[in-house]
Every structure is written in structure tokens, then in C-alpha cells.
């Protein structure tokens, strides 16, 4: 595994820092993809690749379309128009339930656990392939409990693994909002997906558990999993994603490693810079940090010649 | 006031047949409702065309009781998917509209003078019970001291009870499996069940024809115990007081509906006849200027809206709900 991964890593080193750049092993390709609520253009992608095996984060301004181009991508919006592939087959016009069966699960920004179900229920419900929730099949406890005990074993591996195993019975309403973050992942994981899309994993979670997070979403790609995040906390960003994709109004504007997209001067008018609503600190946190890179550059060049 | 006569009535009404339809629509509604959070405000509309398939069947094109029996179900059935094919990709509230909306339609179908010929118009059909009398085995009533039930009624009471005993047999079976989870998980939250690979349109189908198979339950029972098929009786009221046995009871319970009916007939009965005795004869214990007799048959209808208000403000879960699915409504 992890000699795939660094591989998938030094894979993206050639690739060019031009939006919507070939990928050399792109587990989605999409090309031509609007979307258009009354006469806004939501969404107007021209062209774009997620590399396989790797973290891809997908950050810009509130608007920018991120949660838009998830819903098309996963089958929860239909486009204008536009074709997108997953493992080389089309995704276009394929029901959200497909999408997810082929290996491409998403969680959702507001989380949507089921309250009203314990937490094991939930994860249960993840499981692909069940006997017993086929309506003829579902009457007869025999024909499907073996099925369910191999799937709540699995459940349970990953409630230890998230460190939600003590919560295992109650009404998955009552966590707190980061354990639902985290259930939503676990759930998520219960498909078995090949590409795992997480829509701002770190919103409303508190540092500490954050860093958990972190850590989790880490060993999904560690396992060979793909996986691609919208995200505003650029900590996260800089720290656990590969490759950045930088949107503003429904276009890509910009890609490349997290320090290249970081220092981009497209990608601070667009989003870093011209982002006046978020917390002042921040910014001036990634100014300082791209000067500072820009300085090092700059010695480096003097250093050369 | 002769108390034995309140209680009489209010038991024969709480396990007698009146029960046992309210039971079965319940059922319905609890699957719809309960289960797979479907706003069915047309239960009556999968009773009449069940109803009115058995009768029509049997009177009016004169083939065989099964036959009969086999068409109503099957009208349920069908009802379900044409109710269910535009309305289940849309929110909630189209199916709500849709359906009470078709059951109207319907009992006006059934009732108008145009197809009085196929239908027997507002009168409806009788006649098409005799093969289920016929297998009626019991010689004659039966009293059990503080309450009585005529030959006729003791057999429907056996077929019925039978027939909700199976029915809550299968939602049970149902409901406990990965398929009922689907159900359930459904009504939290269908996109959170769409993200995870299931397709949340086909099990609101299969659930929007079951508990409309035993809607059509209800309604072929409620013309059997009675023997004939009006249309007036599957007016929406029906539906409502189904929903509020179902609420008495408690949702997504699988004894709930049942035991609500129940209450819901004990309740109605019982307080119908007391007030009918406290303003009848000579003396009676309300004064006229309180209250009439006419009053009286009334005044049951009133109290069940503010035991439904009570039921929703102390116990919103119903008899059978957990307290702590509310708590988390509340948060």
C-alpha cells in the first residue's frame, strides 16, 4: 500500500498546475459539466480529473460551486449538461443509489445520520448486497441473519476503529455534532467505496476531535481508498490533501500540490485574499506563509545564480 | 344510569368488528406512516376500491366470492402504484394531497348515479357475502355477562381478529429485518439512504402497496361483517379517525395500531353512551338547558379532539412509543 501510494504521489509531481490538468491514473474524469440555477451558472467545469489513490481537496469561496459539482458528480443534481466518468464508465443520468453501489459514496456537508436509529443500525444500513432487504427475502429471519451477523461484526470493527463503540446503542440523535461527522464516515466506509467524497468533514468539529479526523481520513487513503473533501480550514487542506483544486463561480481556477495552490496569486485574489467574511487571522496566517515562501523562492534563485 | 349498559357497549365496540377495521386500515397507515414517514391521507380510497371489487366481482358481473376477493386485493395493489409512480420522487406532501384527493374521487365514483348500474349507486351493493355467512360454523351468539355478540358477529370477530393477528405477524417480521431498517432509515432522512446505495423509490413503492394491501383488508372485512358496500362509509373521516387510533396507539409500533383501535372504540362507544343515558328519560343527570340528546351523540366527537390533544402535549409517542425517539425531535 504504501509503495502505491507514494507512487500515486510522485505520480502528481509531473502533472502541470493547469486547471483541469491530466492526471496520469484518474479514477474520475469529467468534462463540460454546467449547472445553472435561474441565470446563475452554479457550475461550469470545462474539464476535470481526480488522480487515484490520493487525497484531493477541493476548497474556494462560499458559492464557488464545490457542494453543487458533489451533488452532479454523486447523482444528487442533474446537470445542464456535461459527461463524467467513474472508473472509466459514464456517470451521466445514473441515480445517486447507482453511483454509490459502483464505489463512489459521499457524506453531506449538514451530516444526515438517522436520529431516530442506534448508532450499530446505522452502520448496518451501510452494508451493500443485503438478502434481508429484499422484500421476499425479508419476511424469513433465516434467510438473511448469518449475512447480518458478518456485517454487524464489520460494523463493529469500524465503531472501535472510530472510537464510537461505546455510543453502539444509542439513538445515533443524541451524539454530539463531530460524532455524527465521524458515524457519517464510518457508515460511509460500511459500502466499501472506492472514492469517498467528504463534504467540510471538519465542519463544526472541535480540535481535538479534529485531529482524530484528520488521522482517519488519512488512513483511508493509507488503505487504498481515494478520497476527495470540500473543506474551508486550510490546515486541514495544507496538511493531509495531496493535490488542491481551487474553484470560484462554478469554474476550476486553479490546481497544484497544496503549497504551489497556496502560493498561487489567482487563488489568493480568488479565494484566500478576496475571502473577507472568514476569520481575519487566517488570512493573514496564509499571507504570511506565502510571502514567506515567495521570499524563500526568491533567495533560492539568488542562491543559483 | 346503568353503568353495565356504558360498559357493554363500550367492550362490544372495543373487540367487535368496528374495531377490527380500524385495526386492519391502521396497520396500513402504520407502514405508510409509521414506518416509511408516507403521508397516506387516502386510506379509505385502498378500502373502497378493495371493497367495491369484491362487491362488484361477485353482484354485479356474478363470478365466483375467491374471484372476488382476489380482484379487490389486486385493486389495492394497483391503486398503490398509480398513486405511488408520480408522486413517490416528489416530497412528502404530493402523496398527502394525491390521495385524499383519489379517495374522494372514488367514493364519488362509487356513489354517483351515472354508474348506478355497476356500482348500485348510493344505496352501493349487497349480496355478495352469502359464501362468507355460509362458512360461519358457530350455532349461535354468545354472552359473556358484561358483553354479548350475535352469531353473525362472533364469526366476524374470529375472521378478523385472525386476520390482524396475521397482519401484525408479518409487519413484525418485516419490520425487524434489513428491510424494515431501510424503511425506517427512510423516513429519517431518504437522501442519507440514496447515499448509501439503496433505491429509496422502489422500497417507498413496495411499502405504499403494502399497507394499501391492508387498507384493502379493511375494507373487504367491513363489508363482509355488514353485508353490503356503501359508498358514504369510506368518507375521509375515516381515514382521520385511522390516524388517530394509529397516534393513540402509537407509530411505528407493531401493536399500536391494534391496541389503539381498541381505545379509540372503547372511548367512543363508552362516552357515547353515557351521555345518550345522562340526557335521556324522565330525569336526567345533565338538565336539559346543559345539554340535549342530540347534543349528546355529539359531545363524543368533541372530547376525543381534546384526548388527542392531551395524547399530543403528555404523550406524544403514543401507548407503545419510546419516550426518548420524541426526546430527540426536541433537541
Known amino acids: ?305 | 344510569m346503568d353503568f353495565g349498559t356504558v360498559i357493554d357497549a363500550a367492550l362490544s365496540a372495543a373487540l367487535g368488528p368496528q374495531a377490527i377495521v380500524f385495526a386492519l386500515a391502521a396497520i396500513g397507515l402504520n407502514v405508510h406512516f409509521g414506518y416509511t414517514g408516507l403521508l397516506n391521507f387516502g386510506q379509505s380510497g385502498f378500502m373502497s376500491i378493495a371493497a367495491f371489487g369484491l362487491a362488484v366481482t361477485v353482484v354485479t358481473w356474478d363470478l365466483p366470492f375467491w374471484l372476488g376477493i382476489i380482484v379487490g386485493m389486486l385493486g389495492a395493489v394497483l391503486l398503490a402504484l398509480v398513486l405511488g409512480v408520480p408522486t413517490l420522487r416528489l416530497r412528502a406532501d404530493y402523496l398527502a394531497i394525491v390521495t385524499i384527493a383519489t379517495s374522494e374521487i372514488l367514493r364519488l365514483i362509487f356513489g354517483a348515479v351515472e354508474f348506478k348500474d355497476t356500482f348500485g349507486g348510493s344505496n352501493g351493493l349487497t349480496g355478495f357475502a352469502r359464501t362468507y355467512q355460509d362458512m360461519n360454523p358457530y350455532g349461535g351468539g354468545v354472552d359473556l355477562g358484561i358483553v354479548s355478540f350475535s352469531r353473525n358477529d362472533l364469526w366476524s370477530i374470529t375472521v378478523g381478529w385472525t386476520l390482524v393477528a396475521l397482519s401484525c405477524l408479518l409487519v413484525f417480521a418485516l419490520m425487524r429485518s434489513p428491510w424494515g431498517r431501510v424503511l425506517k432509515s427512510i423516513r429519517e432522512d431518504e437522501d442519507a439512504v440514496r447515499s448509501l446505495g439503496k433505491n429509496v423509490f422502489a422500497y417507498k413503492m413496495q411499502a405504499l402497496v403494502l399497507g394499501g394491501v391492508f387498507g384493502g383488508l379493511a375494507g373487504i372485512f367491513h363489508i363482509l361483517k355488514q353485508g353490503s358496500a356503501v359508498p358514504t362509509d369510506f368518507n375521509t373521516t375515516f381515514t382521520f379517525y385511522a390516524y388517530a387510533a394509529l397516534l393513540v396507539g402509537g407509530a411505528a409500533r407493531v401493536f399500536g395500531p391494534v391496541v389503539g383501535s381498541m381505545i379509540f372504540w372503547f372511548l367512543i362507544a363508552g362516552i357515547g353512551s353515557f351521555f345518550s343515558q345522562a340526557t335521556s328519560g324522565a330525569d336526567p343527570l345533565l338538565p336539559d338547558w346543559l345539554m340535549t340528546n342530540t347534543q349528546a351523540s355529539l359531545i363524543r366527537f368533541i372530547l376525543l379532539g381534546l384526548g388527542l390533544m392531551l395524547l399530543m402535549i403528555f404523550r406524544p409517542q403514543g401507548i407503545f412509543g419510546d419516550r426518548r425517539e420524541i426526546a430527540i425531535d426536541g433537541r
Open chain 1, 1 to 305: 500500500m504504501a509503495a502505491e501510494l507514494s507512487e500515486a504521489r510522485a505520480a502528481l509531481a509531473g502533472v502541470s498546475n493547469e486547471p483541469g490538468a491530466p492526471k496520469p491514473d484518474p479514477i474520475v474524469k469529467g468534462s463540460n459539466i454546467t449547472r445553472t440555477f435561474g441565470g446563475l451558472k452554479a457550475v461550469d467545469v470545462e474539464h476535470i480529473e481526480i488522480q487515484r489513490g490520493v487525497i484531493t481537496a477541493l476548497i474556494g469561496p462560499n458559492g464557488a460551486g464545490k457542494t453543487t459539482l458533489f451533488n452532479l458528480l454523486t447523482g444528487f443534481d442533474e446537470p445542464n449538461e456535461g459527461d463524467w466518468s467513474f472508473n472509466g464508465k459514464s456517470l451521466a443520468k445514473v441515480p445517486a443509489y447507482k453511483v454509490a453501489r459502483r464505489g463512489m459514496v459521499r457524506t453531506f456537508q449538514l451530516t444526515k445520520v438517522l436520529s431516530k436509529l442506534t448508532v450499530i443500525e446505522n452502520m448496518r444500513l451501510g452494508a451493500t448486497g443485503q438478502r434481508g432487504e429484499r422484500f421476499f427475502s425479508a419476511a424469513f429471519k433465516s434467510l438473511w441473519s448469518s449475512q447480518e451477523d458478518a456485517n454487524t461484526t464489520r460494523a463493529d470493527e469500524l465503531l472501535a476503529r472510530f472510537k464510537l463503540d461505546a455510543k453502539r446503542e444509542d439513538f445515533a440523535g443524541s451524539l454530539s455534532g463531530g460524532q455524527r461527522k465521524l458515524l457519517e464516515m464510518a457508515r460511509a466506509l460500511m459500502v466499501d467505496p472506492e472514492l469517498i467524497m467528504l463534504d467540510e468533514p471538519m465542519a463544526g468539529v472541535n480540535p481535538a476531535l479534529k485531529q482524530s479526523l484528520l488521522g482517519h481520513v488519512k488512513s483511508l487513503r493509507d488503505e487504498g481508498r481515494t478520497v476527495l473533501f470540500v473543506e474551508h480550514d486550510m490546515d486541514m487542506v495544507r496538511d493531509i490533501s495531496d493535490w488542491v483544486i481551487v474553484m470560484a463561480q462554478g469554474q476550476i481556477v486553479a490546481e497544484g500540490t497544496p503549497k504551489s495552490v497556496m502560493a498561487d496569486q489567482r487563488v489568493i485574489d480568488a479565494y484566500l485574499g478576496a475571502h473577507h467574511d472568514t476569520d481575519i487571522t487566517e488570512i493573514d496566517v496564509a499571507d504570511l506563509e506565502a510571502e514567506a515562501e515567495a521570499e524563500l523562492v526568491a533567495e533560492a534563485e539568488e542562491n543559483k545564480s
